[in-house]
């Protein structure tokens, strides 16, 4: 009886899985960046037309379906026009790119407490601003900036120090 092992056939797969996941990487950050942009200017759109309370339903997951639906679909038709791809692929990239980022929107803004300040605060300047914020702090729990130490200082923080050279 012959013995078949799987252990070097798994290995391989997933080296091929890990390299085809370095390779896109690019590729999919740039599809998170611009499902990230396209979701942020309907919701920046919809907040210019007076309707803060449905975007803030919406992120709340209060909205009507009806409405719900509407916003998605937007979102959706940006998303697709931004791509700049046709057809199935297209339609592929979009079914699982913008769920994945709204999800991680609400997460985000669940997380930072960012809806109840939307939802106190009704003028529409400081929606926007709010909802800025929410798109950066949504970019940085999908792309973080591991291991280069980089961050954002305040305008009157002191500069770090140099390292002996």
């Given at each position: 009886?012959?013995?078949?092992?799987?252990?070097?056939?798994?290995?391989?797969?997933?080296?091929?899985?890990?390299?085809?996941?370095?390779?896109?990487?690019?590729?999919?950050?740039?599809?998170?960046?611009?499902?990230?942009?396209?979701?942020q200017?309907?919701?920046?759109a919809?907040v210019?037309?007076?309707n803060?309370?449905?975007?803030?339903?919406?992120?709340?997951?209060?909205?009507?379906?009806?409405?719900?639906?509407?916003?998605?679909?937007?979102?959706?038709?940006?998303?697709?026009?931004?791509?700049?791809?046709?057809?199935?692929?297209a339609?592929?990239?979009?079914?699982?790119?913008?769920?994945?980022?709204?999800?991680h929107?609400?997460?985000?803004?669940?997380?930072?407490?960012l809806?109840?300040?939307?939802?106190?605060?009704?003028?529409?300047?400081?929606?926007?601003?709010?909802?800025?914020?929410?798109?950066?702090?949504?970019?940085?729990?999908?792309?973080?900036?591991?291991?280069?130490?980089?961050?954002?200082?305040?305008?009157?923080?002191?500069?770090?120090r140099?390292?002996?050279?």
């Open positions: 009886m012959k013995r078949v092992s799987f252990i070097p056939t798994f290995l391989q797969a997933a080296r091929t899985t890990g390299l085809r996941a370095w390779q896109t990487g690019r590729l999919f950050q740039r599809a998170v960046r611009t499902a990230l942009d396209s979701v200017e309907v919701l920046r919809e210019q037309k007076g803060g309370q449905l975007v803030a339903d919406f992120l709340t997951n209060k909205a009507l379906p009806a409405a719900r639906a509407l916003l998605l679909e937007r979102m959706a038709s940006r998303l697709l026009i931004r791509l700049g791809l046709r057809g199935v692929l339609s592929s990239v979009v079914g699982w790119v913008l769920p994945f980022v709204v999800e929107l609400v997460k985000v803004g669940h997380r930072t407490g809806f109840e300040k939307i939802r106190e605060n009704s003028t529409v300047t400081d929606t926007l601003r709010r909802l800025e914020e929410l798109k950066q702090a949504t970019w940085k729990a999908l792309a973080p900036d591991h291991g280069t130490g980089a961050e954002v200082l305040p305008d009157d923080a002191e500069p770090p140099q390292l002996p050279a």
